[in-house]
T-cell receptor
Framework: DAGITQSPRHKVTETGTPVTLRCHQTENHRYMYWYRQDPGHGLRLIHYSYGVKDTDKGEVSDGYSVSRSKTEDFLLTLESATSSQTSVYFCAISESVELNEQFFGPGTRLTVL | DAKTTQPPSMDCAEGRAANLPCNHS???????VYWYRQIHSQGPQYIIH???NNETNEMASLIITEDRKSSTLILPHATLRDTAVYYCIGRRGGGADGLTFGKGTHLIIQP
């Protein structure tokens, strides 16, 4: 299995608080992604990164920011969490976009009360 | 990304071949067909992809029709651990902007 970890794996927080989720990889892959998964919507792309300090928005980026200061870490921040951001968050990595073979992490279950 | 259509659910007996169809009638010439699966509560897992030739790897086979309007993922000897949601994705090669997952097919392997 690809070396991807996500932390925390579970988190409960309150509306209005900031939250940061971490994705860490040991594969030295250039591309990293954050998705969210909700019932009835499948997986949707939040943000992605195509290199250190190079990021771009995905389909559902409002309310989220990301940072990538090192190849191995991709952080997702909810500046002020809302109940609509209750979801399961998956990180993915890819070595080559030519192949579009992405490896996914185990997920973080976030509950915003 | 190409629009894909899959049945919402399918059953298959353990030990038999599971054949999962996908319709992608509007796929363009430079778009590949990718298959991923997601076992309950886990992250999606890449299975296989192809452009126009049939492909086989240790997990599955992918059969793409000659007109490329549909394809079939074949799990040759399904086991209970193959119970999962299977996603068919039409996507051009290159481009860093992630994958578009639809609702997929929930494959249930019956003992």
């Amino acid at each position: 299995d690809a070396g991807i970890t996500q932390s925390p794996r579970h988190k409960v927080t309150e509306t209005g608080t900031p939250v940061t989720l971490r994705c860490h990889q040991t594969e030295n892959h250039r591309y990293m992604y954050w998705y969210r998964q909700d019932p009835g919507h499948g997986l949707r792309l939040i943000h992605y990164s195509y290199g250190v300090k190079d990021t771009d928005k995905g389909e559902v980026s409002d309310g989220y920011s990301v940072s990538r200061s090192k190849t191995e870490d991709f952080l997702l921040t909810l500046e002020s969490a809302t109940s609509s951001q209750t979801s399961v968050y998956f990180c993915a990595i890819s070595e080559s976009v030519e192949l579009n073979e992405q490896f996914f992490g185990p997920g973080t279950r976030l509950t915003v009360l | 990304d190409a629009k894909t259509t899959q049945p919402p659910s399918m059953d298959c007996a353990e030990g038999r071949a599971a054949n999962l169809p996908c319709n992608h009638s509007t796929i363009s010439g430079n778009e590949y067909v990718y298959w991923y699966r997601q076992i309950h509560s886990q992250g999606p897992q890449y299975i296989i992809h192809g452009l126009k030739n049939n492909e086989t790897n240790e997990m599955a086979s992918l059969i793409i029709t000659e007109d490329r309007k549909s394809s079939t993922l074949i799990l040759p000897h399904a086991t209970l651990r193959d119970t999962a949601v299977y996603y068919c994705i039409g996507r051009r090669g290159g481009g860093a902007d992630g994958l578009t997952f639809g609702k997929g097919t929930h494959l249930i392997i019956q003992p």
